[in-house]
């Protein structure tokens, strides 16, 4: 199993540029999380799917970030524009639901400098 | 709503000493406890889980135990290594839904050679 695949692992852009990072679930999950990590902030939720479908997107920053799963196999996370205090690690999770399947897996993440 | 609080970092230890990590949860019933571990530049991978009270969870020389009268799980070792700094976070999965699992804020953990 090759795991949450998460690309690309590194990313710099400029301030007011589109940025994408994508997920690869593991195979079978029919949870995918999205997540935001800084030094200052810690580990933030920002949405999550089920079954491919948004579930809840409470923790989306505002509009210039959105996220889709087109199919059960491939997640984006697009910010546009791009800021600088966007800088952050972003991680990529998933599991599969069911009682005592609860564990979640999670990528290698993207770390994202906004300059 | 359900929550996790675990003890603020960093926390600072020499080679070979015990290691406890509180964290305290509030939850309805009897969710399911886990602590995930981040090594540095890394993802956060699961390091042990306790499923019902009085479960012990253990793994690396880690340990913790699902206390439901003091809503607690803190994390234990008895002889920490400098391979083990990183930051552990505490972690819930409500029980009976298929949810999101909520997380504390994580502690950072440093041991000094």
């Known amino acids: 199993d090759a795991g949450v695949i998460q690309s690309p692992r590194h990313e710099v852009t400029e301030m007011g540029q589109e940025v994408t990072l994508r997920c690869k679930p593991i195979?079978?999950?029919?949870?995918l999380f999205w997540y935001r990590q800084t030094m200052m902030r810690g580990l933030e939720l920002l949405i999550y799917?089920?079954?491919?479908?948004?579930?809840?997107d409470s923790g989306m920053p505002e509009d210039r970030f959105s996220a889709k799963m087109p199919n059960a196999s491939f997640s984006t996370l697009k910010i546009q524009p791009s800021e600088p205090r966007d800088s952050a690690v972003y991680f990529c999770?998933?599991?599969?639901?069911?009682?005592?399947?609860?564990?979640?897996?999670f990528g290698p993440g993207t770390r994202l400098t906004v300059l | 709503g359900d929550s996790v609080t675990q003890m603020e970092g960093p926390v600072t230890l020499s080679e070979e000493a015990f290691l406890t990590i509180n964290c305290t949860y509030t939850?309805?019933?009897?969710?399911?406890l886990f602590w995930y571990v981040q090594y540095p530049g890394e993802g956060l991978q699961l390091l042990l889980k306790?499923?019902?009270?009085?479960d012990k969870g253990s793994n690396k020389g880690f340990e913790a135990t699902y206390r439901k009268e003091t809503t607690s799980f803190h994390l234990e070792k008895g002889s920490v290594q400098v391979s083990d700094s990183a930051v552990y976070f505490c972690?819930?999965?409500?029980?009976?839904?298929?949810?999101?699992?909520?997380f504390g804020k994580g502690t950072r953990l440093h041991i000094l050679p």
């Open positions: 999770a998933s599991r599969r639901s069911g009682q005592g399947l609860d564990e979640q897996f």
């Open positions: 195979s079978g999950h029919d949870y």
């Open positions: 799917f089920n079954n491919n479908v948004p579930i809840d």
């Open positions: 939850a309805t019933g009897y969710p399911s």
């Open positions: 306790a499923t019902k009270a009085d």
């Open positions: 972690a819930l999965s409500p029980m009976n839904r298929d949810d999101k699992i909520i």
